[in-house]
Each structure stands twice: as structure tokens, then as C-alpha cells.
């Protein structure tokens, strides 16, 4: 027979067991896994937003957040294994950005939830069947619009009015990037404009790229947005310098590093909005009802000091339109 006096105890006792088991519950730790393509220093400056944008969810690392970083150096082939560490860590979800990294997530697990970041095509290279209803266990961000490396020879002609050679860089490992460098042909076409394609996927690649290159001396050069070209980026511009050649680009971080132009889709920006999927997906959420969102804003930035060094002058009508000048 329960006394009151007994009563009243064990009701006490679960009063103060009840915020001690929400004080536990809300300092779960739970474990992210962040593959990235190129290295921890060249990335930093996404690993940077995406923390923030974490932050600003609630989550501390080392209190109530662990995100397991694993590096492929630029080898695309190291994916596979790297993967396996994380799911061997039984993380929570993971976060990767670009196709291939995206693909290798896919092929390995259909359970873990997969944050995707800057996918070109989701849907075209069969990482998703839609952007509305991605189902599975992804979700995400892409980079797709279909008209952009349109716009990035658009704007290279705008700045060389006589321009009809340009030398085109692209990853031929990529299912991505063989259709991304067929829609520059088809907007070369219109613009009446030569292609010199270059399918790379290694440094070797690039190196023997640059001396095809550089005898053949096409007027421009155009960079295709993969992460093998990020983080080979200092090289690429050191070689566009020596051969006097101006570019544009997808990525910001080769205008920083001395190139004449880039145009896409905020990548910081889309780094810390994947945050927010992640901040869901650890809450509950079921990944593939996320629907996979689309960029949120694009970024001109132009460098006035290469332009400077290769003897253009940037037309106002490309200024006016540029989010960033480098002076």
C-alpha cells in the first residue's frame, strides 16, 4: 500500500527528474558528416557559413554538435573510402557538395540523409527524381540554371568584342560537366564563337590542357564549375597570367586568386542555408519530402587589376551589374 507520504516523494522525485531528463535530451550530441573535395584551408571559407548557419540553429560543436570532416584533396576517387568512415561513425546525416561527392553518397547508403550543396543537375545526372519531391534520403541545394555558362561567354564578349576563340576547362569524370560543356557549345554556336574543349580529371590532366593551350592561344578561357578547378585554382591562374589570358569563371575564389571575372550562384550563401536541412533532418524531418531548393541570389565579380594587367577596360555596362570590384 503507497502511504501519502510515499506518494508525495515519488511525485518530487519525478518533478526533478523531468527537467534533468529535458536537460539531457537537449544536450544530445548528435554527429554530422562533412565530406569535402578539396581541403580543409581551400574550404574554409564555406565550412565558415555552413558553421554559422549551424550556430544560429542552437548547435555548439563540442556541446551538442561533432561534424566529422573528411577531405578527398581534389581525387574523386578517394570518396568511396571516406564515405565508409563516416557511415562506420554512424553519423546523423551528411553534408557534400557538387555531383560526384553527391553521387558517391548516393551510391553507398540509401538510409543515412544526405544534405547535398550546388548540385549542377540532381535530376538530370539521377541523383533525384525531382527538385519538388526528391524522396529517399536526400535533399538539399543546387546550383542548376541551365543558362549560366550562356551568360559567362555573353559577358566575356561584352569585355573582348572581337572575341571567337576560347579554350573550355571541364571535368570529363563529371556525368555533369560532359552536359554542361555541350550547352556551352550550343551557346558558342549562337555567339559564333570556336570551342576548344578540355576534358581533365587530374592535375596531370590539367598540366598536358595548359600546353595544348598554350599553343593553340584561344582568346579567352572559360572554367567550368567543378571542385577539381577550386582547388586547383591557384595553378589554373598562374598559367591564364603567364599566357596573358582573360577568363571567366564560376567560382569567386579564382577571381580572388587573379582571374579576370566570375558568375553563379552565391556558394556561401549555399553552404549556410544547407544549415537549415541539416537543423530539419536532425529534428525529424524525413529528407526526401525537403524539397530541393534553387539559388537564391548570383554573383558578378569582376577584378579590375587582372583586367589592368591583360590591357582591358571594363565596360560600365559590366560594372554597373557586378556585386563585387576588385581594385
Same mark, same amino acid.
Given at each position: ?71 578527398? %584533396?581534389?581525387?574523386?576517387? +578517394?570518396?568511396?573510402? /571516406?564515405? $565508409?568512415?563516416?557511415?562506420? *561513425?554512424?553519423?546523423? !546525416? ?52 541551365? %543558362?549560366?555558362?550562356?551568360? +559567362?561567354?555573353?559577358? /566575356?564578349? $561584352?569585355?573582348?568584342?572581337? *572575341?571567337?576563340?576560347? !579554350? ?5 569524370a563529371s556525368p555533369l560537366q560532359a552536359i554542361e560543356q555541350n550547352r556551352v557549345r550550343v551557346a558558342a554556336q549562337e555567339l559564333r564563337m ?30 567550368l564549375a567543378d571542385r577539381l578547378f577550386l582547388h586547383h585554382r591557384e595553378r589554373i591562374m598562374r598559367f591564364a597570367t603567364q599566357q596573358r ?83
Amino acid at each position: 500500500m503507497i502511504t501519502r507520504r510515499k506518494l508525495v516523494a515519488a511525485l518530487g522525485a519525478t518533478a526533478l527528474a523531468a527537467p534533468l531528463t529535458i536537460f539531457a535530451q537537449q544536450q544530445k550530441i548528435r554527429r554530422v558528416g562533412f565530406l569535402g573535395n578539396s581541403t580543409a584551408a581551400l574550404e574554409a571559407h564555406l565550412v565558415g557559413p555552413f558553421r554559422e548557419g549551424l550556430r544560429d540553429f542552437g548547435y555548439v560543436e563540442g556541446r551538442n554538435l561533432l561534424i566529422e570532416y573528411r577531405w578527398a %584533396e581534389g581525387k574523386y576517387e +578517394r570518396f568511396p573510402a /571516406l564515405i $565508409e568512415e563516416l557511415i562506420a *561513425l554512424k553519423v546523423d !546525416a551528411i553534408v557534400t557538395a557538387g555531383t560526384p561527392a553527391s553521387l558517391a553518397v548516393k551510391k553507398a547508403t540509401t538510409t543515412i540523409p544526405l544534405v547535398m550543396i550546388a548540385v549542377g543537375d540532381p535530376v538530370g545526372t539521377g541523383i533525384v527524381p525531382s527538385l519538388s519531391r526528391p524522396g529517399g534520403n536526400i535533399t538539399g541545394l543546387t546550383s542548376i540554371a541551365q %543558362e549560366l555558362d550562356a551568360k +559567362r561567354l555573353e559577358l /566575356l564578349r $561584352e569585355v573582348i568584342p572581337g *572575341l571567337s576563340h576560347i !579554350a573550355v576547362l571541364w571535368n570529363s569524370a563529371s556525368p555533369l560537366q560532359a552536359i554542361e560543356q555541350n550547352r556551352v557549345r550550343v551557346a558558342a554556336q549562337e555567339l559564333r564563337m570556336a570551342i576548344l574543349s578540355y576534358g581533365v580529371q587530374t592535375e596531370e590532366g590539367l598540366e598536358k590542357a595548359f600546353a595544348t593551350i598554350a599553343k593553340e592561344r584561344p582568346g579567352a578561357l572559360l572554367v567550368l564549375a567543378d571542385r577539381l578547378f577550386l582547388h586547383h585554382r591557384e595553378r589554373i591562374m598562374r598559367f591564364a597570367t603567364q599566357q596573358r589570358l582573360p577568363g571567366v569563371y564560376a567560382y569567386r575564389e579564382l577571381v580572388e586568386a587573379g582571374g579576370l571575372m566570375s558568375f553563379g550562384p552565391s556558394y556561401r550563401g549555399m553552404h549556410r542555408r544547407a544549415a537549415y536541412f541539416v537543423d530539419r533532418i536532425l529534428k525529424g524531418a524525413n529528407p526526401g519530402e525537403l524539397p530541393v531548393e534553387r539559388p537564391a541570389s548570383f554573383e558578378l565579380v569582376v577584378n579590375l587589376n587582372a583586367a589592368k594587367a591583360l590591357g582591358l577596360t571594363i565596360p560600365q555596362s559590366v560594372l554597373l551589374r557586378a556585386s563585387e570590384v576588385i581594385q
